[in-house]
Structures are given as C-alpha cells and as structure tokens.
C-alpha cells in the first residue's frame, strides 16, 4: 500500500498493508471509494485475483475477518486456502518462521495473517519479504488495519467527510485493543482531532498519542457522533482488571440511556465480537443507533478493496522483474 512520504514506515514493501501508519488520508479516502465501488458491483466484482492464491493464516479465532477475507477473495475470482491451526503441524511445536517457509514454498500470493502476538505480522513480513502480499488481520494489542478501514468506511457512510469535526468516543478495554491503535491512527491521518477513550484506568495504556482518556462515561460521551465500543479481552487481561462484569457493565456498559448522553444522532459501532450483557446491553446492540451489522458488510467491501489493490501491485512488480 502507499506509503506515506518522509516518515520512518516509508520503509513498509508497498504490497503489505501491517497498519493504517503507513497510509496517507488520501490513500485511506481512496480505499474507502473503491470498496464501495466494488460492493455496488455485486456479483459482477472484476476477477482481480483470478490465477492469485491468498493464504488465511489464522493462529486465533475469529469469525468477521476470515470469512470476510474469504469472500472477498472468491468474489475477485482468486482462490483461498484456509490454514487451520488446530490440525497443521503448529500442533506437533513447528515454529512460525518454519511454517511461513513451507507455506512460501507453495507459491501463494497473499498472505492474510492473524497472530496474538504483537509484531507477528511485521515479522512475517520481514521473513517473507518482497514477493508476497502480507495483510495484517490483527497481532496482538498491536494492530488491525483492515477492520480500522472498515470502521473508516462506516463512519464516513453514516456522517460524511467532516473528518476534522468528528467527535468520536472508544469505549471499554482500550489496553488490549488493536482495533482503536489502529482506528486512532486512521482517524489522526484524515484530521480527526477529538478522540476521546473511556474505561477502567486499568484497561487505559499509560500513554495514547492522539486521544484524550477519560473513566467516567459521563465526562466522556457528551458531545459524541460516534461511540465506539470494545470486548473485555479476558484472554489478554490480568487477573484483576476489572472490578467484577457486574460493576464493570454498571459503570461502563453501553445502554440507551448512556448513549442519550451523545450528540443527537450519534452512532454507536463495535467490532464485534460483542459481549452481550457484558459491554453492552441488547436494547443498544440492536437499536436505532446501532450500525455493527453495517460494519460487517463493509469488512467484506473494504477487504475486496485492499486485495485489489495488492495484487495489482503484486502484477506490476512481477510484470517489471520479467
Ligand atoms: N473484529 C474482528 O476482528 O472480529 P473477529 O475476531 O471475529 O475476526
């Protein structure tokens, strides 16, 4: 993906996309255009991939960035091979670097990898280098780019352009969350400069460049056109992060009445999955202001954008290395 000039990520191979730092708010912009292009097109997506192989490599579960890289691969005409952790070899201690040379050797294209470990897509990067395209589908706390460009997408569907008068809230286990590192940093580059985060001070990082922190959802939400909330992580969490789910759901939880705190017309998104009860009431989830379900289906449309655009750049560097 396109890099943004003069900054230290210039150094990014412009066919692997590993966060949304090393995109310009044009190139964010222009994404956001052609997934809705594409998702217009309907059954008639051009066969950008088609004779291209792109390799879901998931070590952790998920259910929305899969099976929307999935489809959004057979959709551009390409093919997918879905590597199951559970079954490969992984299983029998073969390591990651081991796993990337077997699966390098079979000559896929794209390399779609989602890792608990942060910094496990810069390496695959580095290991693989030029030659692959390499999607980072979410490591660790550190990143999810394309779930950020969905989110992008989404809010610029709801609310328009006006980037720089965003007020946009994230709301809940913040410490953990690749979604709203890389969401801020989506945000900042199109000129987004209120982002607030609301949560346990224990669920807050010490530092976050580009936001304000808050603990109290009232100090927070007033104001607000968009509400992003987020899962408790327990599987990332220490033992005691959080009070209990009864007092946390108390002070933090997202109900209607809370969300009448923010400006009229406030959206309220998560990226799933969503803990029903637990970070968020059902009467919220699947109200007026609920847009999680459009959030999905741009995953799908902004994911078909970004392998578009790596195997047209994947095509032309082959093209030029003869
Ligand atoms: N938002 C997201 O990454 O969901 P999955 O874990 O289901 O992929």
């Not at 809940?172 to 979604?179: A, E, Q, Y």
């Not at 400069?193 to 603990?215: K, N, W, Y």
Request: glycine fraction near 10%; include cysteine; aromatic fraction near 4%.
């Amino acid at each position: 993906m396109n890099a943004t000039a003069g900054k230290p990520q210039d150094r990014a191979l412009p066919t692997h996309l590993l966060d949304l730092d090393t995109l310009a708010a044009k190139d964010i912009l222009g994404l956001c255009d052609r997934a809705v292009q594409l998702r217009d097109t309907g059954s008639q997506a051009p066969a950008a991939l088609q004779g291209m192989s792109v390799i879901n490599l998931f070590f952790e579960g998920s259910t929305r960035t899969r099976s929307s890289f999935q489809l959004a691969t057979e959709r551009l005409g390409g093919r997918v091979l879905n590597f199951d952790v559970a079954t490969s070899s992984t299983s029998k201690g073969e390591t990651l670097l081991d796993t990337l040379k077997t699966l390098a050797a079979m000559s896929p294209d794209i390399f779609v990898v989602r890792h608990g470990t942060s910094g496990a897509a810069n390496f695959v990067s580095q290991v693989l280098g030029e030659g692959f395209g390499i999607v980072n589908a979410g490591d660790g706390w550190h990143a999810h780019p394309t779930q950020g460009l969905a989110d992008i997408l989404t809010i610029r569907e709801q609310l328009g352009d006006d980037w720089a008068q965003r007020r946009v809230v994230i709301l809940g286990d913040i410490l953990h969350s690749r979604t709203a590192r890389s969401l801020v940093k989506g945000l900042s580059s199109l000129g987004t400069r209120d982002i607030r985060t609301v949560g346990p001070r224990t669920l807050q990082p010490a530092r976050f460049e580009g936001v304000t922190m808050h603990s109290a959802v009232e100090d927070a939400l007033p104001g607000a056109d968009v509400v992003m909330a987020l899962r408790l992580q327990r599987e990332r969490m220490q033992r005691h992060s959080i009070p209990s789910q009864r007092e946390y759901f108390e002070l933090w939880g997202v109900t209607p009445e809370r969300l009448d705190l923010a400006a009229p017309g406030a959206i309220l998104m998560h990226p799933g999955p969503i803990g029903r009860g637990g970070d968020l009431a059902s009467a919220a989830a699947d109200g007026p202001a609920s847009r999680i379900i459009e959030q999905v289906a741009n995953g799908v449309a902004m994911r078909m954008a970004v392998l578009e655009r790596i195997a047209g750049l994947l095509a032309r560097q082959r093209k030029k290395g003869g």
